[in-house]
């Protein structure tokens, strides 16, 4: 079995799984409220596999190891534990006022959020700004994407991008946040599995932990020493 067919045949289990997802979202969507923040209802594991899979992106497992190899343990340290630490703690400080203002003020969006917290109108424009900016990230992922997976699926980058932007348009367009933050937690299923997979394959190709050292010595000078 080629390449290609496997490609196709994870992505179509995929497909079919978000779909599923989009279509049970929808019919939990009843008001303009239930479809901007959900109905509330969502389990804490799912929520938690949804905010990680937001998290992480193709960096997580391509750039950033790269970078460890080649700054050695600082970046080990900052990405492992630094990076993770700082979220985790940011969360737990805000992530409790920060959902008890919003359902005090009944705030469908972010803005919304910040100018009904300080009642001031002009206060919500820069987070507006912010937020049109951050759709440069679908963007770009749009124009990457279809790059990278050209090869893998057998078809033209055009084709795979014209893909990728219906689909994600018609699942959010369908099933609204409760659909999102599902879909959201099958990619981080499938994130993790990569993550098992990669760590699994270092350990076998590697003896215990000074055995990695010594290799990531071997490989740039300026990593840990044994």
Not at 32 to 37: D, E, H, K, M, R
Not at 143 to 160: D, F, I, N, Q, T
């Amino acid at each position: 079995m080629t390449t290609a067919t496997l490609t196709w045949i994870g992505l179509g289990l995929y497909a079919v799984v978000a779909a599923a997802l989009a279509i049970r979202g929808a019919k939990r969507t009843a008001t303009v409220a239930s479809y901007a923040v959900g109905g509330r209802d969502l389990p804490p594991w799912v929520v938690g596999l949804s905010l990680s899979a937001q998290l992480t992106s193709v960096a997580t497992f391509v750039v950033n190891p790269g970078l460890v190899a080649h700054y050695g343990l600082a970046a080990l340290l900052g990405y492992g534990v630094a990076a993770g630490f700082g979220i985790t703690v940011g969360l737990m400080v805000l992530s409790g006022p920060f959902r008890e203002t919003g359902a005090r003020v009944m705030a469908l969006t972010i803005p919304q959020w910040i100018g009904t917290r300080w009642s001031r109108r002009a206060s919500a424009s820069p987070s507006r700004a912010s937020r049109s900016a951050s759709s440069r990230s679908p963007r770009s992922s749009s124009s990457r994407s279809p790059s990278s997976s050209r090869a893998s699926l057998g078809v033209p980058a055009e084709m795979v991008a014209a893909g990728i932007l219906l689909y994600v348009l018609l699942a959010m367009a369908m099933g609204g946040a409760t659909a999102h933050a599902w879909i959201n937690a099958v990619q981080a299923i499938v994130m993790l599995v990569v993550a098992v997979l990669l760590v699994g394959t270092a350990v076998g190709q590697a003896a215990p932990f000074g055995g990695v050292l010594a290799r990531l010595a071997a490989v740039n000078p300026s990593s840990p020493p044994p």
